[in-house]
């Protein structure tokens, strides 16, 4: 996947610019971390404009960028196991892995994702004080809630910051001024919202043996298998839409739900969707569908991993294979232990 080769490439080109950098005296300092920037970035294949200036100018968040990105493709991949479309495409390759061309809720679900993934991963590398313009929550300190008696306390993760960049980075990419654009724009913001949403409030008791005299809280980042849960929700209830255009203006200028009377916009939370999804059956470079040839399917399940629904009716091929493994292990005094060894046939289909 190109994404690997790109956090390849970025962490070998920033190894040797760190090295660089450790090497030269302070005055060369800035001309070299100028220097270094330059490389990694103009590296870094299919960056937009804005997206190559951010990078120039934060060399270190391209990485938390990149790790941000390939953690949501990683939970779009966990996510689609089981489906025909399993979160992989044909055609155009980015940074970002490779992305749909019709603006299907397939490809508005991978744009949620990642948007979420980096703010994640940003707002994680700032608490662990990894990014050099960030940290703990500021406003998240001293005394709460006298009431209730607890205060702010430890290291509150600030979700701002990462959203905030997330925004500036992942928006950046859109440059088109289409449908496709708003669409992008509703989904990014979309994941990022939903991730803001589900930040926690941790607490921990101070005082003698358990009692709470003190409590200070804080808040974390939810586990990102959540958000991916979440986002799945979403994307089942995704809503179509369709683009409006002010008047006299050529530029769509914002969306509406299509099977709507009068003007009602999506909520900000919905995933939207300009074009019905393609039936990921077969490989179709138009569409980015792969099809479902050679995948795994399961002979038993009637649901969408099962043959029928995974092969789109064009049968399954059976493998089969004997797994072999020890078993009855029994400890004998004094001192080893005994094993049989177990086999069971076992089958496998893959689609036609
Ligand atoms: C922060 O940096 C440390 C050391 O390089 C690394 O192990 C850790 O995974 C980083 N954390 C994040 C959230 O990027
Ligand atoms: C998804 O399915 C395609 C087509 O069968 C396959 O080539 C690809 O490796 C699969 N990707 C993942 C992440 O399983
Ligand atoms: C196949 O599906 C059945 C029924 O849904 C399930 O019980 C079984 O564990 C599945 N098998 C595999 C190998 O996933």
Known sequence: MLLSVFLRTIHLI????????????KGALSSVVALGANIICNKIPGLAPRQ????????????????GAQLGINECQYQFRYGRWNCSALGERTVFGQELRVGSREAAFTYAITAAGVAHAVTAACSQGNLSQCGCDQDKQGYHDQE???KWGGCSADVKYGVEFSRRFMDAREIKKNARRLMNLHNNEAGRKILEERMKLECKCHGVSGSCTTKTCWITLPNFREIGNLLKERYSDAVQVEPVRATRL??????????ARGYQKP????????????????????????????RLCNGTSSLADGCNVMCCGRGHNTHHYTRVW????????????????????????TCK
């Open 148 to 150: 209730e008696g607890w």
């Open 250 to 259: 050529r530029q769509p200028s914002f969306l509406r739900l299509k099977q």
């Open 14 to 25: 920033y190894f040797k610019f760190c090295w660089y950098t450790a090497r030269v005296s």
């Open 326 to 349: 020890q078993c009855n292990c029994k400890f004998h005094w004094c001192c080893f232990v005994k094993c049989n060894t177990c086999s069971e046939k076992s089958e496998v289909f």
């Open 267 to 294: 909520t900000d939370t919905d995933l939207v969707y300009l074009e019905r999804s393609p039936n990921y059956c077969e490989e179709d470079r138009a569409t980015g569908s792969t099809g479902t040839r050679g």
């Open 52 to 67: 190559r200036a951010l990078c120039q100018s934060r060399p270190d968040a391209i990485i938390v960028i990149g790790e």
